[in-house]
């Protein structure tokens, strides 16, 4: 058995609660997928899961954002915080691109008229407004996933979760939805959590890494710790993950 | 063989002397099947993409019946939609046995399953992959289905056909609540019964051409619709489809 994680605490002790899990379960069938979570999320944080395939990180996103119900424990927002999920493979609609868009905000209660303003606007962010009238199917992979994130900025959250956000890309289409991350990042101050398979993606994007293994948080570190100071002793797990013997 | 060539002769002849019983019969055979279609395909959409992202008590129950209800016999169809309609029966104030509506009634029972049975299945499949990105959103339960329905809707075009095809070839239940009165509740199944037991069996099976030659012209419509709003919609076009329109 592992011994329980700290849980990090920010620096800037301003910063406001806004995500706060406690004791987290999830349970399929006989299998554990996450066990015993306790995660404090400050505003403002960008907080970034690692982990092998199948080591609970989708799950937690999944749990975190409200879509997977917990077996036990409980997750607390802080209220009145809009959040939005950008999925590993996002679902596109059979409709238009700026339907697709607007249907977020029409969903959220803006009116229909409006909410097609609004999803022009988004598109611009994602560089998308000249394909506003294609059918959101017909787009490519790339396409889709700056299409995903129009729809998750459309709404402007005060907390962005991602799942595993360029995985599924070519090198080209990755770094374009990487740098519609870092200005997103850069012009606001809201939260982000993603889960990531690409160290260097986690080293450049988040200031606090937590490591997940079998379900369970094995490290919880800010990033400069998690990157560059010896983790053999403190964190083994995490240093075989490192060093990629952690599969 | 020679009974299958005088029957394909004999169904030609029938089409190109434009005979009006036997365009009445097959318009009455069309409205029937299409009216029982219509009210089985949109209470059967609604009903089993209600089914596909319900969880209650008993659901696998209610599945388990749905299921069942596919292999339902038309004749039992026809049995307890006469009972119901019968003078005695709880419906029987409407008047409508031995007419065209008991006979739309009849087919709508037969046919329900099939649509909810396929669009339970279809929606909760489209709910199993995307489903989550609908409730992320804000898609509650109702609204999800609906969205995936609409997701869906090429699919639900295939469903429609399936359901119109079981409608306008079962005989036994429009037989029994339709009476084949000739000239009003006559349609291609039951004359093809009738003309069978009579021993004519080259126009019934004349008929039986006819009767496939009327359904394959509906469904190169269908087909062809299908294209149409594929190609708007900017999609790929299936190649198998474009053979055939």
Known sequence: ??????????????????????????????????????????????????????????????????????????????????????????????????????????????????????????????????????????????????????????????????????????????????????????????????????????????????????????????????????????????HLFLRGERV | MSSLTDSASAAIDLITQQDPMLWSVVARSLWVSLWATAIASATGICFGAWLAVSRFYGRGVLLTLLNTLLALPSVVVGLVVYLLLSRSGPLGYLGWLFSLKAMVMAQSVLVFPVVAALTRQCVEDADRLHGEQLQSLGAGAGLRSLLLVWDERYVFLTIVITAFGRAISEVGAVMVVGGNIEGFTRVMTTAIALETSKGDLPLALALGLVLLTVVLCLNILVAALKNWCLRLDGATVDPLQKVWV
């Not at chain 1, 554990?32 to 944080?45: F, T």
């Not at chain 1, 077996?71 to 238009?96: D, K, N």
């Not at chain 1, 199917?137 to 709404?155: D, H, I, M, N």
């Open chain 1, 1 to 238: 058995m592992n011994a329980p994680v700290e849980p990090h605490q920010p620096s800037q002790r301003k910063k406001s609660l806004q995500l706060q899990l406690q004791g987290v379960d999830v349970q399929f069938g006989p299998y554990m997928a996450l066990k015993q979570i306790d995660l404090n999320v400050y505003a403002g944080e960008r907080v970034a899961f690692v982990g092998a395939n199948g080591s609970g990180k989708s799950t937690l996103l999944r749990v975190i954002h409200g879509v997977l119900p917990v077996s036990s424990g409980q997750v607390h927002w802080q209220s009145g915080v809009q959040q939005s999920m950008v999925f590993q493979r996002p679902h596109m609609l059979r409709t238009s691109v700026v339907n697709f868009v607007a249907l977020a905000l029409w969903l959220q209660g803006v009116p229909w008229r409006a909410a097609k303003e609004q999803a022009m606007q988004a598109l611009q962010q994602v560089g998308l407004q000249d394909v506003a009238g294609r059918n959101a199917k017909t787009l490519s992979g790339g396409q889709q996933q700056r299409l995903a994130f129009a729809r998750a900025l459309a709404v402007h959250p005060q907390c962005m979760l991602l799942d595993e956000p360029t995985s599924s890309l070519d090198p080209h289409a990755k770094r374009e939805v990487e740098r519609i991350m870092e200005h997103w990042i850069a012009e606001n101050s809201s939260t982000l959590l993603f889960s990531s398979h690409n160290l260097g993606q986690v080293k450049r994007l988040a200031s606090r890494v937590i490591y997940l293994e079998g379900g369970r948080v094995l490290a919880d570190l800010p990033t400069e710790q998690f990157f560059q100071q010896p983790l053999e002793k403190s964190h083994p797990e995490a």
